[in-house]
């Protein structure tokens, strides 16, 4: 369902400050499958996400999700193949609108934009089901803009609107990190549900190993903007985080230097 | 104040009023400070003049005339800042002042008397009332029409999208909205009424000049934020009233402060009292927002993010 080929990403090249952020990605993703994606700051993990989703244009290497190659579409022409949740509870849903207008503007993420009322037919009926499934009450709050919501309850919203239309793919860059232990918890509940329900292709970039681990089919790990690591199925489930760590030790024959992927 | 002054200064009101919603849609909408405006009023009230004499056009056609070479100003604006990133305020001062040239070219010269010719509100005439009375009541009702014309626009799906492109671009993309077309659009959009509201100027006050956009930005702004401070804009449909209510608020204390005599102020005064006039409630709309956000914050304690 997605598939990266040699992706390779320079940022600031040719000036002192050049990074490179990923040296030639190489990763499918077949179709109905959760990946969790783990690595320190820096690793590329978000990087990659951002190649998919369009934000990041790669120097070099194609992107193809669905069998469409899309490695040079522009960002809103992506978002009718695939959606996403930001780590920002503040980026995902528009705060000036209110909870049904912000449903309206993602129903249309994949249908063309008319001149017909935004908010019509059944929506009101069905952004209501959608939200009382979340058990927070919001449904009855519809009218209310969204800039009323806490971080947690406008995470929900984000992860609701991203799975209404015909969304096949998901992308969600570290999208519980922003919120409290037990918030957090609730969402990546709610994800992973949301991701069996309807049989999405789901991408999660995280920063917490044990997270990655307990999320999803398969983990792959980011290390200086390569892939080194990638385990799925009965591998996968015999491992712990200390597992991780060592394996971690040695391929990369170094001590892991960043504190947040041991605490996460 | 007279009765006459009252009367002329709701005309005004109403004409800025559309000046206002272009202002609202660009300034609160899109989050676009676009400046074209001062060139695509003059320009609205040269194209749509020069069609009245040069070509006996019909006004109302020469009148929409003016409204889209508004819209080709704003496009222009935009697209300097979409395609060449140059800054929205320098892309709006540069295309203004190449209108200024423009107008004058269209023109062919400083201005265009429209004495004896028919405009649009000469269809309004000989209802045995006054023209001081019904050209308020007329651009009243055409001011009307364009705020619920705006309305619709901004609940259709299409206006959704643009809503969200000036409040959360990331988000808006993300979710399928090309938010560069949609400031090319609503620049567009706001630029036309802009215009529009040049032409009905030009019509009501009998000329178009070449100098009859200076401070059209200032006065529209005045307008959204004066409106906007004192009329309720929990929603479109009240902000956009407010705008409109703004306007002639706005006129009524130019008119005011002008008219009271111990001040000593002449007309001449009338951009310096505008720019105190914005500066005054642009100050007391910071200090209002800054206890208003501080008394959110208070109370969102205990918000988990």
Known sequence: MIRLDDIHVTFNPGTPLETRALRGVSLRVPKGQFLTVIGSNGAGK?????????????????????????????????????????????????EDLTILENFALAHARTRPRGLRFAVGGGMRADAAERLSGLGLGL???????????????????SLLMAVTGKTEVLLLDEHTAALDPK?????????????????????????????????????????????????????????????????????????????????? | MSLYQLFGSLETGFIFGIVALGAYLTFKILDFPDLTVEGSFPLGAAVAATLIVGAGLNPWVATLAGGLAGFCAGFVTAWLN????????????????????????????????????????????GFGVKSYIINPI?????????????????????GMAMRAAGA??????????????????????????????????????????????????????????VGMSVLPSRTIMLATAACIGGAILYRLAVAAALNADFIGLQASDVQLVTAVLVAVALIVQQSGGRVLRAAKRGGRGNDPA
Not at chain 1, 249 to 255: H, L, P
Not at chain 2, 114 to 123: D, G, K, R
Not at chain 2, 139 to 152: M, P, Q, S
């Open chain 1, 183 to 264: 918030t957090a918890e609730f969402v990546l509940d709610l994800t992973r549900r949301l991701v069996a329900d309807l049989g999405l292709t789901a991408v999660m970039v995280t920063h917490s190993m044990a997270q990655a681990l307990h999320t999803g089919a398969r983990t792959v790990m980011f290390h200086r903007g390569r892939i080194v690591f990638d385990a799925e199925g009965a591998a996968r489930d015999a491992l712990g985080v200390a597992d991780l760590l060592d394996l971690f030790r040695r391929e990369q024959g170094e001590e892991l230097a960043d504190d947040s992927l041991l605490l996460g």
């Open chain 1, 46 to 94: 978000s990087t990659a996400l951002n190649v998919i989703a369009g934000l990041c244009r790669p120097a070099q290497g194609t992107v193809t999700v669905g069998g469409q190659e899309m490695t040079h579409w522009p960002v809103h022409r992506r978002a009718r193949v695939l959606s996403r949740v930001f780590q920002d509870p503040k980026m995902g849903t528009c």
């Open chain 2, 138 to 158: 007329v651009l009243g009702v055409f001011a009307l029409a364009v705020k619920l014309a705006l309305d619709l626009l901004l609940a259709t799906g299409f």
């Open chain 2, 82 to 125: 979409v395609r060449f990133r140059i800054l929205h305020i320098l892309a709006g001062i540069l295309v203004a002042i190449s209108l200024y040239s423009l107008n004058l070219r269209i023109m062919g010269g400083p201005n265009k008397p429209l004495l004896n010719v028919e405009t649009v509100f000469t269809a309004f005439e």
């Open chain 1, 139 to 157: 449904e009855n709050r519809l009218d209310d803009k969204v800039g009323l919501l806490s971080g947690g309850q406008r995470q929900a919203v």
């Open chain 2, 168 to 225: 959360n671009p990331a988000m808006a993309e993300a979710n399928g909205v090309n938010v560069g077309r949609m400031k090319l659009i609503g620049v567009g959009i706001a630029n036309f009424l802009t215009a529009i509201a040049g032409a009905l100027f030009a019509q009501i006050f009998g000329a178009a000049d070449a100098y009859m956009g200076i401070g059209v930005i200032i006065v529209g702004l005045a307008s959204v934020i």
